[in-house]
């Protein structure tokens, strides 16, 4: 569980970029895929878009913001269970063969449960 207030650094995982060649009956097809930016709607009514994504690692500070793409939930998810994030890839896709080519946009997306809970202190 998260906390509220707590910076969320978004990232995915996974290939940036792929191509493929393949020939048959004389034609040669080529085709590549860029992912041209996450969209990640956070279930809170939130959406962030992310072109570049930083992931945390050991040597990043807890605590901080992502310097590429996150988020801060300001609200609590366990009235409700938890928040459901989904991740839409945005993907262009170009291809040739035979002399013509072309391009066109294609997305992906998947969804995981994320609670978000309140931290609570009591001095006395």
């Keep these: 569980m998260l906390a509220v207030g707590f910076p969320v650094w978004l990232t995915t995982d996974g290939v940036r970029h792929k191509s493929v060649v393949a020939t048959t009956g004389g034609l040669t097809l080529r085709l590549s895929a860029d992912l041209q930016s996450t969209t990640f709607a956070m279930g809170d009514g939130s959406r962030v878009t992310c072109t570049a994504m930083t992931p945390f690692t050991a040597s990043s500070k807890a605590g901080s913001p992502s310097p590429t793409?996150?988020?801060?939930y300001t609200k609590p998810s366990l009235s409700k269970g938890?928040?459901?994030v989904t991740a839409t890839a945005n993907?262009?896709?170009r291809w040739s063969?035979?002399?013509f080519s072309g391009s066109f946009p294609m997305s992906y997306s998947d969804s995981a449960q994320l609670a978000i809970g309140e931290l609570q202190a009591?001095?006395?």
Excluded: A, E, F, K
């Design 69 to 72: 793409c996150g988020h801060t």
């Design 82 to 84: 938890s928040y459901t």
């Design 91 to 93: 993907w262009l896709i």
């Design 97 to 99: 063969v035979d002399g």
């Design 122 to 124: 009591l001095n006395r």
